[in-house]
Nanobody, 126 residues
């Protein structure tokens, strides 16, 4: 049974930083593309970042480029999202997801992912 468990969310002031973690179990982690998504109230879930098997390829949404960094530790079955210079518009529930398609790829669409975590709330105050 695949489980993805996010942690690290919280309340932070604008300009601050948070690091999200997503611990995976029940899958061969090093053979899954991983992604972070977010969903703000009243809005659709959107891609934030994606990372390939070894981290050789990464993708970022334009809205977070230069501020967020996705990384992974395959020995720990964990993917991270370092979020710097946070803005109020970054407020959302953040989800991690895994994609079992073969290859050193990134995946940018919701439909491309097979498993999802339960989400962690990030709130950025002005």
């Amino acid at each position: 049974q695949v489980q993805l468990v996010e942690s690290g969310g919280g309340l932070v002031q604008a300009g601050g930083s948070l690091r999200l973690s997503c611990a995976a179990s029940g899958l061969t982690f090093s053979r899954y593309t991983m992604g972070w998504f977010r969903q703000a109230p009243g809005k659709e879930r959107e891609i934030v970042a994606s990372i390939s098997w070894t981290g050789a390829r990464v993708y970022y949404a334009d809205s977070v480029k230069g501020r967020f960094t996705i990384s992974r530790d395959n020995a720990k079955n964990t993917v991270y999202l370092q979020m710097n210079t946070l803005k109020p518009e970054d407020t959302a529930v953040y989800y991690c997801a895994s994609d079992r398609k073969f290859g050193e790829i990134v995946t940018t669409t919701l439909a491309g992912y097979d498993y999802w975590g339960q989400g962690t709330q990030v709130t950025v105050s002005p």
